[in-house]
């Protein structure tokens, strides 16, 4: 019988399918569904928006989080690969090489599945253009902050505040960045399917999807200089789904060690 803590590169590819794709629903669906809500009134377009996306987000983290880790999105897998380097049990370029791509697909699934539950074409190209300066300066602030919360909450131990986390931060970053914090590839091509609230112009994506990249680069270098690897001072990093007992007996096995390797804990 398969392990369920362990699943086969299937399943969590599925899982990261799943998840990516109703990530999406809910972010192109509360959309519509706060437009028709509030036509003429954007700012509360955005609270409703935003609301349903960091609620759900934390739910979707808890179902498949087990499973995949609940990536969802490109640049997480490949912060993940990057960080992880040389560490048992980490992510390896195998796992990279499926999750991308099923993140992408369910993606845009995600955003056929919600225009058609809102009795919309199944795909609309978007006319809502973002290409500007300053929002792809707000998706580099977006990227980074998201890496940085996630490894630093790994890395120190406290990864079972994952889900309320990343739920609170992307709802938080809806509204402190001015491109509403996409934050990720594969949802900001899904959402060039849907000519609604969440939409962005297919010609804006690449835009987005390179400074994502860049603000990726940007956590990666701050969890490198504030959360470094190999030091037995700093713990190793903890799943997302740990819980806070399991944590913490981690963490003190990690210092038991340092104390007797000659380090300070």
Do not use: C
Request: charged share 10%; aromatic share 8%; no cysteine.
């Amino acid at each position: 019988m398969e392990d369920p803590v362990n699943p086969t590169p299937a399943r969590r590819a599925l899982a990261e399918f799943l998840g990516t794709g109703l990530l999406v629903t809910l972010v192109v669906g509360s959309g519509i569904m706060a437009q028709r809500l509030s036509p003429t009134d954007t700012g509360l377009q955005l609270l409703e928006n935003s609301t349903a996306t960091a609620l759900g987000l934390a739910v979707l983290i808890l179902i498949f989080g087990p499973l995949s880790g609940a990536h969802f999105n490109p640049v997480v897998t490949l912060a993940d690969y990057i960080l992880g380097r040389g560490r048992p049990g980490a992510l390896d370029a195998r796992s990279v090489a499926i999750y991308i791509p099923a993140q992408v697909a369910g993606g845009i699934l995600g955003t056929i599945l919600a225009n058609l539950m809102f009795a919309l074409p199944a795909v609309t190209a978007s006319t809502k253009d973002r290409s500007a300066g300053h929002l792809w300066l707000g998706e580099v602030v977006a990227a980074a902050g998201l890496i940085l919360l996630i490894f630093s909450l790994g890395r120190t131990g406290r990864g079972h505040y994952g889900p309320a986390a990343v739920g609170a931060y992307i709802g938080a970053a809806y509204w402190f960045t001015s491109s509403t914090s996409f934050a990720n590839p594969a949802v900001a091509i899904a959402r060039a399917f849907t000519n609604t609230f969440a939409g962005i112009k297919p010609s804006s994506v690449p835009g987005f999807v390179a400074f994502e990249l860049v603000g990726a680069a940007v956590g990666i270098g701050l969890i490198a200089l504030l959360y470094p690897t190999g030091r037995a001072e700093h713990p190793a990093p903890v799943d997302i789904n740990t819980d806070p007992e399991t944590a913490a007996a981690e963490l003190a096995t990690t210092n038991a060690n340092a104390s007797s390797n000659g380090s300070t804990p």
